[in-house]
């Protein structure tokens, strides 16, 4: 009897002992002994890059209508305010927007580039030009910046800035929220476009700032997709 509670004695000792090496651990099974500071760190990089990679929309060319797709324009205050448009993506990364104006049919060439839209051209082109092919995009060199993220307030490139990212307009299409301004101003006029995500520019507005403003508009009217 004595030997076998010699034995139950050291056994004792035995799991106490390995209980004690342990860390405390809480109900989900993770230690709470000690934070860990180079996980925190790691952490505080990875939700950093996160706000980062959404405030610089990757998707910017959503801002045009899909491939393929038509639409019409209102127009206001000048002959040439009504448009219709075609869009066109003939490689990746490439957008090709044919506009007509009933003066004029200009062929606008888009690349995105990072973070941002890059205007490869802006010509006028006969209306049954073809869409140019992969080596003549690729042989394109940049003229301007269309658009630019971060899509936020402030975001300013060339002469353009972004005024607001949840405006609501009003089209003979249907009503859109959340639609991004941006704006180009000088002492004699103010433009802007309205550039909502999947449908692109839905509203065109130039304003001539004299002691009478006038105002000539392109507004959304049809959608072909």
Known sequence: MKRNGLFLFIALLLVLAGCSSKPATSLDGNSSSKDDPIKD???????????????TDVSLLDYFLPDGS??????????????DITVDSPTEDY??????????????????????????????VEIKAELPNEEELQAMQPIGIYLKGPIEKGTKFEDW????????VETPYQKFDEAIVMEQKDEDYINRKYLVKGFGEVKRESIMTT???FIVTSTLETVTK
Do not use: C, M, R, W
């Open 41 to 55: 760190e790691q952490t505080n990089e990875n939700q950093s890059e996160q706000e980062s990679a959404e405030k």
């Open 70 to 83: 038509s639409a019409h324009y209102k127009g206001e205050g000048n002959e040439y305010a009504e448009l």
């Open 95 to 124: 957008v090709v927007v044919h506009e007509n104006n009933g003066g004029s049919f200009i062929q606008k060439v888009y690349k995105l580039e990072g973070d941002e839209i890059q205007i490869l051209q802006e010509q006028p």
């Open 161 to 168: 800035e972004i005024t607001e990212t949840d405006a609501t």
């Open 211 to 213: 002691e009478k403003d």
